[in-house]
């Protein structure tokens, strides 16, 4: 069993403290961000690593920051073979939306990535399979971003009540 | 014979549709499969036909407890399951210490829901193989189940029935001694089921061996629930991340075995769910003896909802799997992320994972093992 504070100083042993800052609010868990250029290392890096082993990704979540015109992704891992718990963010800018895929260290973040996409509009780069799942393909706009306008047709049918 | 045109016959990949109307998807659910003559070489599965955008609508509705409703129509064969997750989320958000007497008849409904499910989720994978019978014997038992929730919430599949911090309302009346018969008279029935179904011979031939789940795989698709325990991986978040008050009940965590064919196949799964049952049953015992018989279940219940900033992830065991909503607070009044984990969703993620090399029978089987609730997966 391992804290984030625990994991943070291992991340930092290995990859240097200019990549990790840790999160926290007045309530809740924390959570440490992680710079994008280093997300796939660091994630294969967790996963593999014997004093972390987090082999379990149970969550990934977009979220839209409006305020910040920042996209960013939560990542809830956990180790089965050590019960702890890490939870990881990144983000990146609204304008230059690229996360690296995560599908090949968690097979699972295939489709949450998908619907991340599809939700948010942030890119996955080397997905296999980069579209969208839950809307259908010509669906305009990304719904759970803030500032989401609904399309007022779609093929012809109208969209409101 | 073989005569020189058979020879030539051009051997072409087919891809055929199974859905979105079928009978065995369980839903609105489109699978796209290639196959070559009748095996499968690929299968990709299409969703999206029931979504109805619960994560904005928890966005918008500008009240905390409003989500609750919403939450019912995710997994619409186990609503007291997805209401457990999202308030004891916002309880520890608010850190809320809620009655004894509410966190008891929580579990009990909690486990009589899950067995409700689980009798569903069997039944209709032996309606899927052609068993007819078992399916009309579980749905008797489940109908009792109804009937106890009905009196006590009003509804008798979505129930709305537990709030943020307590529960809408108290059970009714006759609620102990009626669980205390449905449980006394639901167990001889088990047994019934696996003498009809579990150990029946063309079941088995239809289920062993199919749709094989390795540990491993298991673990990295992130499956949980009945579908990692098939596999043999002891894992139950009732256990091994305790909630609510179930770290105070004796109960063991079946797991698959490998018992008619290999280890994580179809027949795997759906004995674990089956097994599950009994294990429910003895929780609800326990709980039935431990609940308080006095107590207001609303005494609890804050007025008004509005957790500081700060964000959580919370995770309960459901019939299907591990449930996980992910609660993110910005101090207004409605929550500024919900994100809800469905564990039906990551199962079928992995359905081309396991079914290459089946055939198109045996696809109606691991979809059908798989127990997948559409609502859960389209949220």
């Known amino acids: 069993m391992k804290s984030t504070e625990e994991i943070l100083e291992i991340l930092v042993q290995q990859f240097g403290e200019e990549h990790f800052t840790l999160g926290g609010g007045d309530i809740g868990e924390q959570w440490i961000t992680i710079s994008s250029a280093l997300l796939a290392d660091a994630a294969k890096f967790l996963r593999d690593d014997e004093r972390t082993q987090l082999d379990f990704l149970m969550c990934l979540s977009g979220v839209h920051y409006p305020k910040e015109e920042e996209l960013g992704v939560t990542y809830h891992t956990h180790s089965t073979v050590l019960r702890h718990k890490l939870t990881f963010k990144v983000r990146v800018p609204e304008s230059k939306p690229n996360i690296p895929s995560l599908e090949s260290v968690w097979k699972t973040a295939d489709w949450h990535e998908r619907e991340a996409y599809d939700m948010f509009g942030m890119t996955f780069d080397n997905h296999p399979n980069h579209t969208r799942i839950l809307c259908p393909e010509d669906w305009e706009g990304h719904p759970l971003r803030k500032d989401y306008v609904q399309q007022d047709f779609y093929q012809g049918i109208t969209t409101r009540e | ?379």
């Open chain 2, 1 to 379: 014979m073989i005569t020189d045109t058979d020879q030539n016959i051009e051997k072409k990949e087919m891809v055929i549709n199974m859905g979105p109307q079928h009978p065995s998807t369980h839903g609105v659910l489109r699978l796209e499969l290639v196959l070559n003559g009748e095996v499968i070489t690929n299968v990709k599965p299409f969703i999206g036909y029931l979504h109805r955008c619960f994560e904005k609508y928890a966005e918008e509705v500008k009240d905390y407890s409003k989500v609750i409703p919403y939450t019912d129509r995710m997994d619409y064969v186990s609503a007291m399951n997805q209401e457990h997750g999202y308030v004891l989320g916002m309880e520890r958000m608010l850190e809320i210490e809620v009655p004894e007497r509410v966190e008891y008849i929580r579990v009990i409904v909690a486990e009589l829901q899950r067995i409700a499910s689980h009798l569903l989720g069997i039944g209709a994978f032996g309606l899927d193989l052609g068993a007819f019978t078992p399916f009309l014997y579980c749905f008797t038992e489940r109908e009792k189940i109804l009937d106890i929730f009905e009196k006590t919430s009003g509804a008798r599949l979505l129930y709305n029935y537990m709030a943020v911090g307590g529960l809408m309302r108290d059970v009714h009346k006759d609620f102990k001694t009626e669980t205390a018969d449905f449980v006394k008279t639901f167990r001889p029935k088990i047994k019934e089921l696996n003498d009809l179904l579990s150990y029946n011979q063309i079941f088995i031939d239809r289920t062993a061996k199919i749709g094989v789940l390795p540990e491993k795989v298991a673990l990295n698709y992130a499956a949980s629930g009945p579908v990692l325990r098939g596999s043999g991986v002891k894992w139950d978040l009732r256990k091994d991340d305790p909630y609510s008050i179930y770290d105070r009940f004796d109960f063991d965590i079946p797991v698959g075995s490998g018992e008619v064919g290999t280890l994580g196949d179809c027949w795997d799964r759906y004995i674990v769910r089956v097994r599950e049952m009994e294990q429910s049953l003895r929780i609800i015992e326990q709980a039935l003896d431990g609940m308080p018989d006095e107590g207001d279940v609303m005494e609890a219940i804050p007025k008004r909802i509005r957790p500081n900033e700060g964000e959580l992830y919370v995770r309960t065991e459901t019939p299907r799997g591990e449930l996980g909503y992910y609660i993110v607070s910005d101090k207004s009044a409605n929550p500024f992320r919900v994100k809800a984990r469905a564990p039906s969703f990551v199962h079928l993620s992995m359905l081309p994972a396991i079914s290459n090399g089946a055939l198109i029978a045996d696809m109606v089987a691991i979809v059908g093992s798989i127990d997948i609730v559409l609502g859960e997966v389209d949220r």
